[in-house]
């Protein structure tokens, strides 16, 4: 079964970094980062759960949210089974629990629902 465990949240200042990570394992070959799309999902206090970023597993194709691009970077170390979300130019609206998710489909997308696997999620607070 594949399990998914975030770290590296915490508190920052605006216009700060941040780099989350998200550790894979499972008990076969295909349960890993090379064939599980991976997603960052983020919720604030009241909001719905948004899509923040993705990478697919078969070309490392990766797509990030409007309110992201050009800040987040998502990447890869399919020998440590592990995706990254490094965070730079941080803003108070970032703020939010930030979960990783799986599914097991080449592509990724935004959409929550169609994840299958999941983290318990890491705490990020951008606050002056």
């Known amino acids: 079964q594949l399990r998914l465990v975030e770290s590296g949240g915490g508190l920052v200042q605006p216009g700060g970094s941040l780099r989350l990570s998200c550790a894979t394992s499972g008990t076969t070959a295909k349960l890993t980062v090379d064939y599980h799309a991976i997603g960052w999902f983020r919720q604030a206090p009241g909001k719905e759960r948004e899509g923040v970023s993705y990478i697919s597993s078969s070309n490392s194709n990766t797509n990030y949210a409007d309110s992201v691009k050009g800040r987040f970077t998502i990447s890869r170390d399919s020998a440590k089974n592990t995706v990254y979300l490094q965070m730079n130019s941080l803003k108070p609206e970032d703020t939010g629990m930030y979960y990783c998710?799986?599914?097991?489909?080449?592509?990724?997308?935004?959409?929550?629902?169609?994840?299958?696997?999941w983290g318990q999620g890491t705490q990020v607070t951008v606050s002056a």
């Open positions: 998710a799986a599914r097991l489909l080449y592509s990724g997308s935004l959409i929550s629902t169609e994840y299958s696997y």
